[in-house]
């Protein structure tokens, strides 16, 4: 199994351009979740899945857009980049909703906003 | 409301010596706790958890943690550092909210750094 995955591993947006980053992931799981992670501020949960047509707003959803239309992918949509947007973002699975669950993450795309 | 703390974004340790990485918590039930590591360019990976029974819980790589209750610590430790073991760890709770998804609350991480 590759797990989850992720592309592109880095880019760099303009001001006001769009970008959609991937996620996949092989493991069949239901629930899915896009987190941003910035120095020194641990992970910020943006978007969640809890399976293919559902979606809902985490903790920082603004600027971000996700869709869900099978259980394999969960892409990430920002439209409009700003500079305020520059961070590394983590696609995560989880089998069950259960506390006691293990999030299996995705190496992580970089970008940066200039 | 849930909460993490780590103390120290950076600890530096030498190889061979102990390792003790702080995290304290807060929570209005019962804790779910748990230890991810992230190695330099890439994702989380689990190092261990804590949900319920044994409060000493052992993970991968030597890696253990002890949940103290009286003092809602969570700290993680290993007897002998190794080189390896360079990266930067995350202390997290989890919860689960009126969504029906897994909340999870992350620590903002603490740098080890292993000196030959």
């Known amino acids: 199994n590759a797990g989850v995955t992720q592309t592109p591993k880095f880019r760099i947006l303009k001001i006001g351009q769009s970008m959609t980053l991937q996620c996949a992931q092989d493991?069949?799981?239901?629930?899915m979740y896009w987190y941003r992670q910035d120095p020194g501020m641990g992970l910020k949960l943006i978007y969640y899945?809890?399976?293919?047509?559902?979606?809902d707003k985490g903790e920082v959803p603004n600027g971000y857009n996700v869709s869900r239309s099978t259980t394999e992918d969960f892409p990430l949509r920002l439209e409009l980049a700003a500079p305020s947007q520059t961070s590394v973002y983590f696609c995560?699975?989880?089998?069950?909703?259960?506390?006691?669950?293990?999030?299996?993450f995705g190496p992580g795309t970089r970008l940066t906003v200039l | 409301a849930q909460s993490v703390t780590q103390l120290g974004s950076h600890v530096s340790v030498s190889e061979g010596a102990l390792v003790l990485l702080r995290c304290n918590y807060s929570?209005?039930?019962?804790?779910?706790l748990f230890w991810y590591v992230q190695y330099p360019n890439q994702g989380l990976q689990l190092l261990l958890k804590?949900?319920?029974?044994?409060?000493l819980v052992k993970g991968i790589n030597g890696f253990e943690a002890e949940f103290k209750k009286s003092e809602t610590s969570f700290h993680l430790t290993k007897p002998s550092a190794h080189m390896s073991d360079a990266a930067e760890y995350f202390c997290?709770?989890?919860?689960?909210?009126?969504?029906?998804?897994?909340?999870?609350?992350f620590g903002t991480g603490t740098k080890l750094q292993v000196i030959p």
């Open positions: 995560a699975s989880s089998l069950t909703s259960g506390r006691a669950n293990e999030q299996f």
């Open positions: 493991m069949n799981h239901n629930y």
């Open positions: 899945s809890v399976g293919a047509g559902i979606t």
């Open positions: 929570s209005s039930v019962p804790p779910y």
């Open positions: 804590y949900t319920t029974g044994a409060t």
């Open positions: 997290a709770v989890s919860d689960k909210e009126s969504g029906g998804y897994q909340k999870v609350t």
